[in-house]
């Protein structure tokens, strides 16, 4: 009867051996998971990990590539009053020069600063007289903002790039027009909605801009 009580405790001291290891390896493969998730989440969800080094791009706005106020030069800082009108409409905010300097700086942080740059020099190509100069601004326009080769070339569907190509052929002052108008019309409803909402807008509502 010893041998058979001896048999029996080693079984059973064997059996429970077994089951410790097994929620050993149960306790530990979640905390693997968890590690593998989180490791993951800041990499394809944004909102799953308030540490992720993706974050670090953004300012504490949210912005990813904020404006430095003190790096825009202009003669004079707005005031607060004449910033506040810009908000009533995008024409306003162009008819007003620094205030199309602001909007630059901010497009500049978006990555499109050509849209303004090629706006105004459609602008400046309507106001010269001299049939020369003329020629030679619409040339200087095309290949620096319409051609495919050009860093700075600006997005213009294909049947406005056809008109363009055809007008070349004899520019004119209004050779651009239908481009410009369509580059006004993107920065009217993609650019100038977000630039209300900046930082930079808010901190210029403010009176918080210094000067150089």
């Known amino acids: 009867m010893s041998v058979v009580a001896t048999a029996r405790e080693n079984s059973s001291s064997h059996e429970n051996s077994r089951t410790s290891r097994s929620r050993g390896q149960d306790t530990q493969a979640p ?8 490791s993951k989440a800041c990499c394809f969800c944004w909102c799953c990990c308030c540490s992720c080094s993706c974050l670090s791009v953004r300012d504490e ?18 005031p607060p009053e004449e910033v506040k009108c810009w908000s009533e409409s995008f024409e306003v905010l162009m008819q007003c020069p620094v205030g199309r300097q602001f909007f630059r700086e901010f497009l500049k942080s978006e990555y499109s600063e050509e849209n303004m740059l090629f706006w105004e020099a459609c602008e400046n190509l309507k106001r010269e007289t001299n049939a020369e100069m003329v ?5 200087s326009t095309y290949e620096d903002y319409i051609s495919i080769l050009s860093p700075k070339e600006v997005s213009l569907d294909s049947r406005v790039r056809e008109r363009i190509e055809r007008n070349m052929v004899e520019p004119s002052a209004h ?8 580059i ?29």
């Open 175 to 182: 050779t651009f027009d239908e481009a410009q108008m369509q």
């Open 135 to 139: 020629e030679e601004r619409a040339r």
């Open 61 to 78: 706005e949210g912005e990813p590539n904020p404006v430095r106020m003190e790096a825009i030069n202009v003669p004079d800082p707005p």
């Open 184 to 212: 006004y019309t993107l920065m009217h409803r993609d650019s100038y909605p977000r630039f209300l909402n900046s930082q930079l807008y808010r901190r210029l509502c403010a009176g918080e801009f210094t000067k150089l």
């Open 31 to 38: 905390s693997a998971a968890n590690s593998e998730r989180g």
